[in-house]
């Protein structure tokens, strides 16, 4: 599975984006899938997950009620909506995808998103 995230810019804290990561080369319905981000200086952190049907979503604390992960299956696309963003939301955030949770086996080249104060 080929992934590509598109999405990222600059926004102002409060603000809202939506990353979307689209696939390619196999069907990404049969795969859960997820986001991942990477601030300056810091560890790659997880941010959340979404089942293969959709119907189940994990976030990370930092980001519950303000993150929003969905799929739509026809498009072979995952999104991640992001709302009231916070300087240290500013990331590279990274579409992961794999057959079952905790086996990222395919991942995007990321998306920056900067979050001015």
């Known amino acids: 599975v080929q992934l590509q995230a598109s999405g990222g810019g600059l926004v102002q804290a409060g603000g809202s984006l939506r990353l979307s990561c689209a696939a390619s080369?196999?069907?990404?319905?049969?795969?859960?899938a997820g986001w991942f981000r990477q601030a300056p200086g810091k560890e790659r952190e997880f941010v959340g997950r979404?089942?293969?049907?959709?119907?189940?979503?994990y976030y990370t604390d930092s980001v519950k009620g303000r993150f929003t992960i969905s799929r739509d299956n026809a498009k072979n696309t995952v999104y991640l909506q992001m709302s009231s963003l916070k300087p240290e939301d500013t990331a590279v955030y990274y579409c992961?995808?794999?057959?079952?949770?905790?086996?990222?086996?395919?991942w995007g080249q990321g998306t920056l998103v900067t979050v001015s104060s």
């Open positions: 992961v995808a794999g057959p079952y949770v905790g086996r990222w086996s395919y």
């Open positions: 080369g196999r069907t990404l319905s049969n795969y859960v």
């Open positions: 979404i089942s293969t049907s959709g119907g189940s979503t």
